[in-house]
């Protein structure tokens, strides 16, 4: 982990259709730093602005208040290289499997490698690569019509067509979301992957806390526009204050940690990962016993 | 096809009209290609698409909201009048879905690239028509129009027609087509 | 690239509904639309200079009794000027062969200006600018929920001859529906394709059809999207035992007030006025 943050978000704001009577500000002031190879999960109820805040990280909106600086890039600069800016940044939309628009599979993936004018080798390559790395077999998949997929598995194709960019950060937009249980957990072994073999940064939204306390290093939290706390998950879901007081969700496992503990038993509530967890919970069961 | 009018060819007249509610309103119902005006529109589609999926009433339906909206929403005097505006899109759809049965029994493809073809050159005929006839150009400028202007549309319409009725239909399930990507390299 | 390039429903104007509460917004709207279409013809038919000033007129005195800003009728002619001119110009030229009658001004080459094309010109742009005055107090003072009610309504004696009256007026209400749906929908795509590297209008401008197929990453799913809604509606109404063709009760009744038919007959007789009086320009 070097210094200097990969992505840093200084007291971001924005507002939409400012000065008319439907003016609404959506970002009141959010600050952040990601550093590189970092996987941080962003939380916080609907409105909240996480998604108008994760618009920024790849330019499709620019501050109109604040700084956001990407790789050493400020984005409030008029001359910014949007397009590279956007091959550096890979951000996969809410239900990304809509965007899917070409018959054949290789032919949606290879779309971004394509528009970026690369050789044909390259793009066949990246596009293997892409889908290897979603568990998607290259060869058996890359001639099939897209309309013939399952909704898991069309997910996994618009990832691909995001990856096959080989951006150095990839921001998602609530990932899982709508997903089957198996898919669901195959998209995160998928996301763990990226982020620990292949070195990517990681930042998404989630709403769901098992899926950010199974990935998350860092977690920031937001409330009205602004960013409310930050910390490991350690940190959040092991203080019951902190989630009492920002009205927070917890991973099932902390639920059940707190539950104990209020019945008296002696547990530590940063238990929050499953072994751990588990851990606890046995180690009640044996001073039952005696 | 079943007869009268279903739910499906109730609510498919009503995206489809949302549709090309949109198309209008946003620029994207315009292609940047070489053409009088400096653009195709693609508005029509719609009403082509409704006519071959679900017949002529859907078709008539889809070219009326169209016309309706793009009269409530016209910014250039030629607009502005119904008789321009509305009356020649109720035909598209219809335009489209006849060229569409009487070739479907030869290729379902060339049906279908033909009813983009035919209904797209329907509103460009019909409306230069309506406008010659209205008094706001003169013959001699319509059938100049007419060529630049309904040729390049035509086109613009046979291609995203086809592209979107042959996903609908599912037509390209058998696997004999690679990707741009397959091949020896 | 500008950041509000994305915000497509910020355009969307149709639908916009400004309830001041005045006597048109109370009117019925089946009067309103009938009144509405009588008057539009009306205008459209007109070609008098004083028939075409007193329309004006009157279209912004509606704007008064509406309550409604007159700058909302004059934001829909601001971007058409350009428009007006151009085609002014355009009918000047290239109009001699129709309206060569009345007196000639200038006859030099092919350009032959004469009080016909003049007219010509100055009534369109009259004309464009009242029925743009007239449908924006129609949409400003009525809801669309009471537009579709009154189109229904108005067209329930089509009944007799078999037309689907009810059936047509749920395609218009699921239409209007359905539009700021798709245009977030759209947003969504367009930025979502910009993402992975999309560009739009690339390539040599006379390949039309490489040009064309750039649009195919917002167009494709854009009818696909469109379509599995319309799946999705379809089983919901399906499931609720929707039926075309059956008789359905109306929980909106209209009952036209002495006021309506006042208003309607008012429209009728200054329709009358346009068209029958014999103006001396």
Known sequence: MSDNPILEVKNLQHIYMEKTPLEHQALTGVSLRVYDGECIAIIGHTGSGKSTLIQHFNGLMRPQRGEVIVDGHHLSDPKLDIKGLRRKVGLVFQNPEDQIFEKLIGDDIAYGPLKMGLPLKEVRDRVEWAMELVGLSFNELKDRVTYALSGGQKRKVALAGVLALKPKILVLDEPTAGLDPRSRQELLDNIVQLNKKENMTVIFVSHNMEEVAYLAERIYVLADGRNLIEGTPRDIFGNNETLAKHHIGAPQTVEILTKLKEQGYDVNLKSYEIEAATKEIVSVLQSYRR | ?185 | MASFEFELTRNITIGQYLPTGSLIHRLDPRIKLLAFTILVIAMAICHTYVGNFIALAFACYLFYISRIPISYGLSGVKPAIPFILVLAVLQLLFYSEIASGGTVFVDYGFILITSDSIRLVIVSALRFIEIIFLSSVLTLSTSTTQITHGIESLLDPLKHVKFPVHEFALIITIAIRFVPTFAMEMEKMMKAQASRGAEFGTGAWWRIIQRTKDVFPIIIPLFNVAMARAEDLVLAMEARCYTPGSERSIYAKYKAKSTDYAALLFCILFAVLLLAFPFPY
């Not at chain 2, 909201?65 to 009048?81: C, M, R």
């Not at chain 2, 879905?97 to 073809?117: D, K, P, Q, T, W």
Request: charged content about 10%.
């Open chain 2, 1 to 185: 096809m079943e007869r009268g009018l279903t739910t499906r060819k109730i609510v498919i007249a009503g995206v489809l009209g949302a549709v090309a509610i949109l198309l209008g309103v946003t620029r994207l119902g315009f292609i940047p290609v070489p053409t009088a005006a400096g653009n195709a529109t693609i508005m029509h589609i719609p009403a082509i698409i409704g006519g071959v999926m679900q017949g002529p009433f859907v078709g008539l339906v889809i070219g009326l909201i169209f016309g309706v909206s793009s009269f409530l929403d016209a910014t250039i005097p030629l607009f502005k009048d119904p008789l321009v505006a509305i009356l020649p899109r109720l035909f598209i759809g219809v335009t489209a879905y006849l060229s569409y049965v009487s070739l479907r029994r030869v290729n379902e493809y060339a049906a279908i690239g033909m009813a983009g073809f035919v209904g797209a050159f329907t509103n460009t005929l019909l409306v230069l028509t309506m406008a010659v006839i209205r008094g706001y150009i003169a013959p001699g400028v319509a059938v100049t129009i007419a060529l630049t202007n309904g040729i390049p549309e035509a086109i613009v319409s046979v291609i995203i027609t086809l592209a979107v009725v042959v996903a609908w239909k599912k037509l390209d399930h058998r696997g004999n087509r690679k990707s741009k990507i397959s091949g020896e390299m």
